[in-house]
Each structure stands twice: as structure tokens, then as C-alpha cells.
């Protein structure tokens, strides 16, 4: 029983980052930007928070400023995207190298350590203990006592939905992605939105770094996205941007994260089982090739 | 006359030095059908743009009701009540009718939301208002093109314009459906609206308008009343020689039996038919004409005789040759090719002349491989392009320079010679001169009749029926991927043709 | 030619500008930081040689990256194909000892031929069920390094050694030095000057640099491309995996921890700066070769973190691309104006 709900709580703190990571990025999907610097505004915001949390002793600190990192390197993608019109994906390159140079730089020069730096200084996001629900068998220890970070997300995946498809900044954000030339001609600037859309992504995307550094573990390791921001961008293409298909899709990779870990336990090699999440990638997105086909309809 | 709108010395220089707009002054006036004529490439799409705020310009000032006004983007000029139709449709396809016309001007509730109700209701109210027939809930990718366009004009009377600016709005309509928008406009007109049509058919503009402003290469040669001038002077003000407007197309006798379709049928997945049981054919010595609106299966008939899409039934040969399943590079032994878009299929804009001049010819000829084909032989392909250069009068700085930097018709040139010498037994082409001045338009037709004489089978696509009926024998109309009628051109009108077009006369 | 010449240097001086900024703003001095690294990369033969060593793998990962991009496969799995190269030279160096003029070229090939399988599989998957090659050659990548990581920790690994680490290979599959000069050096200029060859004057090259900017217009005219995109695939993961087995056979001997680095991701950013140009390659995979060599000597003198030399790449990559492609816009812009004004007067 408790390994069930080990690996169910396992599964959610797996999902998380990619939840609010692929979040953040579907409003720039939506808008028409290839985005792909999620990893690395992520990897900002694990590194800042850290920072915020360990010289400010509170982890309140510590979230604004990982949100703060990541919209520094939003910043940088707008300006040099938006405004200097440089192609996206080699903006999110250099970009996503920027994040790794830099936050690695950092560590070396400010917590004078190379590889990880922790310490019981820093202080964790807090976990939430809602109190009638955690009384309740088997749900309970499962819906309650999750990082407050993880409540946030989940919030976050319906106001997200709400946001794109009820709202007149919504229809505006995917008419900027459908056709550009339209929204211009309507009078509203592809431009301010694309920058808006940006700017809301890396929010989404400093929250996910806040909780690997500060929620999941408490600690910042060089590289420590290890790749979360690519799972993400595979979540949004594989569900075409919707906030709920993101949710399962996010689970579905939480889960395998998961799962590694769990097999570790029986004696599989760590370095298999932190392969699962990635072979899981490779077959979904052997599953939407296979739908994008059908669509098509099988013709040469 | 009381001016609206004046423009005084406006210049445009697209960068780096394409001289688009040469100091023009014109005014428009209040409640008037005001036309801009010129051919492709004269300034007469760029000069609305600039009024517009699409695009800045460089010198010179715009006066609206007296007053100096610049516009730096088209929401200030919709603010001001001018509004502009562009000749391709931006709307968004998947949104529907009504999120199409309130984009941008959204009546909304709390927290940003959209009132789809209220909005729903207005646009419903405006298009009683203009007795425009349509369904706001209808998803704009599933109406018509001319549905679409007037989906285009209601969003800007959504916003209360009283300037409308269209550009070539005529150029995605059948014949038949151009009367009921020359109705609206004129109507538009009688309510005080002031229209500025940019098109480039003189017998509609003498039709629509009361006034006409002719422009030549960025300048303006003029404005003359409609009533008081005729098709002959203003073509020759347009081109600045005088025009032939009659056919150079002589008799000539067709030979064998050249390419066949044979009952070719294509499906979409949702089991909509593409085409629909197509059978044709065109012999040695004969030019065959396609006309439909685009959109009726001929990109799909393209397609699949070239190979890029496959059909789910029927054949295609080729001096008898089946080629419904031989590949791309097969089909170019006996086809050549001159598509629809030369940027997007008929070469590629970065690379040099030299490259975009040699393929195809690459792997058919012996003469441009060494060593068994693994080597490229560049002498032999510097000759002959210096051979295409000559023969068919391209202007080009040189053989390095990137193929963007040719102008609309030596790019046409440059894929026409490559196809040309390629020396097929059967020519495919699509829309030759969409795009094209003049001089270039002519150029094209000379060597298509040159082909002709030269007994080759020409199968020629094209929106233009003034074009068909100046150089094709025989004109085939499709429409919802039927062939609905082969027709002589000596024994039809272009009246017949529009109304087959619009499906109007199923053929037996 | 010129103009990218011309915005090339501006984008490297504006990006020595802002890494000087970032280090007085750390409280180091600029001149006297970019003086020892440069020292220690370009100022004289042993440094220029050694400058040259390193910028194997960055060259080389760069030319795979440079002629992926530009054929139209998006291959962004060189750390992976790099390191199944390293992994299958080391293999083959660890249990096959012939005499030194046999064993160096079959450990290349060795190295060739494990790249170059890593990269089929994105290419398989791609052809068979045409999954992305851009996911799934990152997605490898992960695989790739946790495989190995595996694969030195257990099967292969050293028993004598404190960390992961597979035994030195045999003494025939070291890469010998010529002088200052190492073999492995020469090794890159050859490739690179095949590449150039193949790229520019054969016929395969013809059509990959025409599907690569147009797909419809080369596939209208014949060029084959689904086997253009497999050989294409072939080649670049094939110049990775070179890559990574001239590192083991030239550099530690084994397959270390770490091995892989970032070497890939340099070369790929190496690529995009020189706009996938194979010279271009060639010289800024030098010039980021002489900042990373110099850092560690430059951090000796100044203590300056070479870590620094990470933020100067990835600050490089966006002003050298920015500029070169906002300098043409401003150059048009400006001769566009002239224009204007002759017109209005």
C-alpha cells in the first residue's frame, strides 16, 4: 500500500516541472514562436532560487527570484527574436547554453563548489497539509501533504485552459499563431503578444525550475533540467498545445520518472531506469506520428 | 469634387534600392468608386499600403479630411475609418465567421472574457445591414473564397470604415460572381462610403468606377474619368506602348497522341473526392487550357501527374508510357515542369542561378557528371548557363548571384529555359504568368506558341481566361475535381466558360 | 562574402565587449583576462598546437551539425553519436591489438561506424513512421550517455581505477604526435576538406544543399529524398562519431566519465555562428577552441573562473548571429534611404 502511494506521489513530483514548463510553453506555441529555451529559463530559475532561498532564508525570496531568472532570459529571447527578428531556434539555443554557462559560472563563483551545491540553509518550498482531507483512506495522504507548488500547478492547468480559450487575449494569442498577418491587419500587434506570450512562459517555467531546486530536492546541480525542458516541448507537440492533454501527458512522463526510481530499488542499474522517461518520449511520439498518418490519410 | 484623401509627393524605397513609389500625388474623394490601374510591379498595391500604415514611406505627406495624418500601423488607420482588403485573404481559418470579424475590436465581459453572445449579435445585425448572406457561426476554412472576401469588407464595416481600399478583389472571383460585388460596392458608394479599387482588368475598372488613376513603373501617368476614356488608352498609359489585344495564335495541325489522364480519382481521408474521374487528353502541336477557380483539384491534378501526390485510381501515360507509379525523376525524362509558385516550388530563392538553372539537367545529362556520375562537371554548367544567359536575353549580374535578386520575369525566364531544354516531349505548366509585367507576359506566351510550333504537347493551367483564350486550342473547365467541359476555343465566349466555372451547366 | 566577413568581426568584438562587462562587474580586469587567454591559445607554437588539438571535436561535431542543418535533416544528436564513436573505438581498442599502421585506421573506422549507427536509428525512425528526427536524436542523446555511463561502470570498466573509467586501449590506437603537431589535427583538416569536396563539387552534395533550402524544388526535379536524408544522417552521425573516437585515441586513451562534454553542443553552436558554411566551421571551431584552451591557463594568472569561458560561447553564438543578420537589414535599410531621398529632391 505504501509503495502504491510512494509511487503515485513519486509520479506527481515527476510531473510537475513538465506540467508547468509545458504550460509556459504552450502560450508561446499557440502564439507561433518556436520556442525551445524552456530548459533553460528552467534551469535559471532552479539556480536562482537557490540563491534567493539560502542568502534570504526564505523560500518566498527564493521563487521570486528564480521567476526573475527566468524572465531574464524571456528578456533575451524577445530581444533578440522579437526585435532583432534572429531566428527562434537558434535563439533558444544559445540561449538554453547561456543558462548552463552561466548558472554553472555562478556556482563556482558564488558558492565557490563545482557539481552540486547544498546546504541546510536553504529553505524548501513547504509542503500543504489540507486538513479534512487528510483523513480521508488512501486519497488522503495523496492529495494532502503535496509541495504547495504542486497545488499551484494544478490551479494553474485550468486557469491556462481558461485563459486561451475563454478569454480575448486568448483569441488573440492563437490568431497570432494561425495567421499573423491577420492579427496584424486586425489591428493588434502579432508582436506585443508573441512578448506577452513569452513573458507568461517564463512564469510558468520559473515555477517548475523553483520546484526542482527547492520543492523536489533542495539543492542545485550543474545541469540539473537534465533535459526536462525537451520532454516538455515533446508534451506540447504531441497534444498540440492542449492544457489538459498537457496535464496527462505530463503524468504519464511523471510516472515513468517514477517508476524509475521505484525499479532502482530492485536491483535494475540506475542508469537504465534513467533512461525510461526518454524511451517513453521515443514511443509517444511513435503513437503521434502513427495518429498524424491516419489523419492524413495513407497516401503516398 | 470635396477631397477626402490627398497624397502629396510620396516616395518608397524598398530596401535595398527597389524604387516602388516615385513621387506620386493623387487625391480621392468623398463617395466615389476611385480605381488604381497598372500592371504587376507599377506601385499600385504599394501605394495603398503606404496609405494604408502597413508599410512606411519615406517622403511626402498624406492629408485625410484636411488634415495631415500618418498611419504607423493598420489599427490607426481603421481608427480613422479607412479600411483595406487585401488580395490575399488574411483571415483565420479556423476561427469562424463572427471571431474573424471581431478579432481585435472583442466586446468582453469581467476578467477579459469574451461575450461570444453580444458579439454574435452584432455582427448578425451588420450583415442584415449590408445584405452580405452569411452565417456567422460558419467556420471560415469551409466557405467560399467569395464569402471569404466578404467576410473581409464586413470586419472593416464592423468598425464603422468609410474608406474602403480593396486590392484585386476580383482576382479570386468566376465571372458570375463578380456583378454581386460590384453591386455591394456601388451601393457602399451611393451611402457615402468612398471605394479605392487597385486592379489591373480594364474592362471592370471602366465598369465599376467614375474615376481612374493610371501608374506606370512608381509614377502616376494620370487620373481620368471613367466615362471619358477607353480600354485602348488606358492600356497604352498603363504599359506606355500601345497594346495588341488580339491573339497571335495561328492555325496549326495537331499530331499523335501525347499525354492521357485516364479516369484518375483522389480522395481526402474524409472520403471528400478531389478528383473526380478526370480523363483528358493533349496531342503534339496542341495547347490545352485548364480553367476553374482555384481550388477545384487543379493543384491536385499538378500534383499527381508530376508525382508528389499519388491518385487512388486511374492512369496517367506518356507516349503511351504508363507513369502513374514511376518516380519524380523518371516522370522529368518525359515531363517539364513550370509551377505555380516560383519561389516555393520551382526553385530555391538563396541559391545561386548557376544551381537553380542546373537541376534536373544534373542527373539527366551525361555531359554535366564525371567520374560515373559522382562529380559535378561546374565548367559544363558555367557554359550553360552562359548558353541559357544569350539565348533567351536574362538579365543577371552574374552567374553567383542568388536567384532572389533576378527580377519576377528573368526568374520566370531562367525556369523557363530549364524546362525548355529539357527537351520533353510534354509540357506541364501552372499559372506561367501570375505576377508578370507585361513585356514578360508576353515573352512567355511567344515561347509557349513557339512549342507549339515545335510539336510539343502543352498542358496549361491558368485563373486567367484572358489568357487562355489568347493562347489555348482546346480549354477544359474544372470544377469540384470534374473535367465539366472540353470546349474549342473558337467556339466559345469566356461567358460560357465563367458559367461552367461556377458549376452552373453540368456537361453531358 | 565581404559582408559576412565584416559582420562576423563585429559580432566577435561586440562579444568581447559584453564578456568584459560581465567581468568588471565581477571585479575582474578584461584586458588583462582576454591578454592570458589568448596568450595561452595563440601565442606560439605549443599553445597554437595544442589550441589546434582541442578543436577537433568542435570542429568536427560542427561540420556534422553544419552539413545536417544545411541538407534539411535536423540532426541535434551529435553528443550521442559522439559518444557511441568514442565508445565502439574504445571496444575495438581494447580487444583487437594489431601493429599501429593497421590499428589506427580501423579504430577510426570503428568510431565512424558507431556514430554513424546511432544516427540510423533516428533515420530508420524517421523513414519507417516518420517521427521527428529533431525529438527523437535529442531524445538518444540521453540514451546514449546513460548507456555508456552503464557501459564504463560495469562490463568495461577498470577495476583499478577510483571513478567509472574503461582500461587504457592499446599503445597501437594512440594517435601519435608529429612534433607539436598532432595526428589527430591533420585528421580534421582531411575531413574537412573532404566535406568541403563532397559538399560543394559532387553531385550528392549538389542535392543536399538544394533539398536542404528548398524540398519541394529539389524533389520536382528529381533528387531522391528519402535517401538523400539517410545518407545525409549517415554522413554527419558518422563525422560525430570521428569525432569522439580521435578524442579517446588522441587525448585519454579510455573512455572517462565526462568524456563527451559538451563538446557536441559546441559544435553545434559552432555551426549555427558560421551559418553552416564549412569553412566557417572550421575557423570560428578554432577561435572557440583558442577560449576554451586559454581559460584554464587565463584562470592560472588571473583567477578568473574558466567557467567564464561557457557564458563568453553562449554570449557569442547570439551576437555573432544577431548582428550578422540585423546588419544586413540595417545595410538595406540605409542604401534604401539614400535611394529615397535622390527620388524626393
Known sequence: ?????????????????????????????????????????????????????????????????????????????????????????????????????????????????KGVFTSKSIVPVPQLNIPIIEKIPFVGPILSGRNLIVYIAVIATFFCYYLIFKTRFGLRVRGAGYNADSLDSSGVRTSRIRMQALLLCALFCGLGGAFLSLGYVTLFAENMTAGRGWISLAAIILVDGHPYGIAAISLLFGFFDGLGLFLQNYGVASQFTAMIPYIATLFALYVYARRVREKKGKRT | MNDLI????????????????????????????????????????????????????????????????????????????????????????????????????????????????????????????????????AIVDDISVAARQKVEILKLLFRNVSVLILDEPTAVLTPQEIPQLFAELKRLRDRGHTILFISHRLDEVLELSDRITIMRKGRKVATVEASKTNKESLATMMVGRQVIFTSKRTPHRRGELVFEARHIEMERSDGLKLLDDVSFSVHAGEIVGIAGVEGNGQFELVNSIMGLEQPNRGSFLVKGRDITSLSILERRKLISFVPQDRGKMGASLSASILDNAIMTHHRLEKQFSRWHGLVLDYRKARDFVDMLKERFSIQMASRQSEFRSLSGGNQQKVILARELLLATPFFLMDQPTRGLDVGSIEYVHGEILAMREADRAVLLISADLEELFLVADRILVMHRGCIVADLMTEKTTIEEVGAYMLGGRASA | MKRRLWSGLIGVVVALAVGALIMLAQGYRPFSTYAALFQFSLGGIGPFTTTLKNSVPLVLTGLSAAVAFASGPVNLGQPGQFVFGALAATIGGLYINLPAVLEIPLLLLLAIAGGALWSSIAAFLRRAFEMSEFIVTLMLNMIADFFTAWVIAFPLMDRKAYSPMTPQIVMNGWMPDLGLLSSSTLVMLGAVVLVWFVFHRWRAGYEWRMTGQNSVFARLGGCDIQRNFLAVMLVTGALAGLAGGLVVMAGPHRFIKGLGANYAWDGIMIAI?????????????????????????????????????????????????????????????????????????
Open chain 2, 6 to 137: 490627398a497624397l502629396h509627393n510620396i516616395v518608397k524605397v524598398y530596401p535595398p534600392n527597389v524604387l516602388a513609389v516615385d513621387n506620386v500625388s493623387v487625391s480621392f474623394s468623398k463617395g466615389e468608386i476611385h480605381s488604381i490601374v497598372g500592371e504587376n510591379g507599377a506601385g499600385k498595391s504599394t501605394l495603398m499600403k503606404l496609405l494604408y500604415g502597413l508599410v512606411p514611406f519615406d517622403s511626402g505627406r498624406i492629408e485625410f479630411g484636411g488634415v495631415n495624418v500618418r498611419f504607423h500601423k493598420p489599427g490607426d488607420a481603421i481608427a480613422m475609418g479607412i479600411g483595406m482588403v487585401h488580395q490575399e485573404i488574411v483571415l483565420i481559418p479556423q476561427y469562424s465567421v463572427w471571431e474573424n470579424v471581431v478579432l481585435g475590436a472583442e466586446p468582453i465581459r469581467s476578467m477579459g472574457r469574451i461575450d461570444s453572445r453580444a458579439a454574435i449579435d452584432a455582427v448578425r445585425s451588420k450583415i442584415e445591414e449590408f445584405q452580405f448572406n452569411l452565417d456567422p457561426l
Open chain 1, 1 to 113: 500500500m505504501n509503495v502504491l502511494i510512494g509511487l503515485i506521489t513519486g509520479m506527481i513530483s515527476g510531473a510537475t516541472p513538465i506540467l508547468l514548463a509545458a504550460l509556459g510553453g504552450t502560450f508561446t506555441f499557440y502564439a507561433g514562436i518556436f520556442n525551445i529555451a524552456m530548459e533553460g529559463m528552467m534551469l535559471m530559475a532552479a539556480f536562482f532560487a537557490v540563491l534567493g532561498s539560502f542568502f534570504f532564508h526564505s523560500w518566498l525570496i527564493g521563487l521570486a527570484l528564480a521567476i526573475l531568472g527566468s524572465l531574464t532570459l524571456a528578456l533575451i529571447f524577445i530581444l533578440f527574436s522579437v526585435r532583432l527578428e534572429t531566428d527562434e531556434f537558434v535563439t533558444g539555443i544559445a540561449l538554453n547554453l547561456f543558462a548552463l554557462g552561466i548558472t554553472t559560472y555562478f556556482l563556482r563563483q558564488i558558492f565557490k563548489v
Open chain 3, 273 to 345: 555562428m558560421a551559418n553552416n558554411s564549412i569553412v566557417g566551421t572550421l575557423v570560428y571551431g578554432v577561435f572557440i577552441a583558442a577560449i576554451q584552451t586559454g581559460a584554464l591557463g587565463m584562470e592560472l594568472i588571473t583567477n578568473v573562473p574558466s567557467e567564464i569561458a561557457q557564458v563568453l560561447q553562449a554570449v557569442l553564438v547570439l551576437i555573432i548571429v544577431a548582428t550578422r543578420e540585423y546588419t544586413n537589414v540595417l545595410l538595406d535599410r540605409l542604401s534604401a534611404r539614400r535611394q529615397a531621398k535622390e527620388r524626393a529632391a
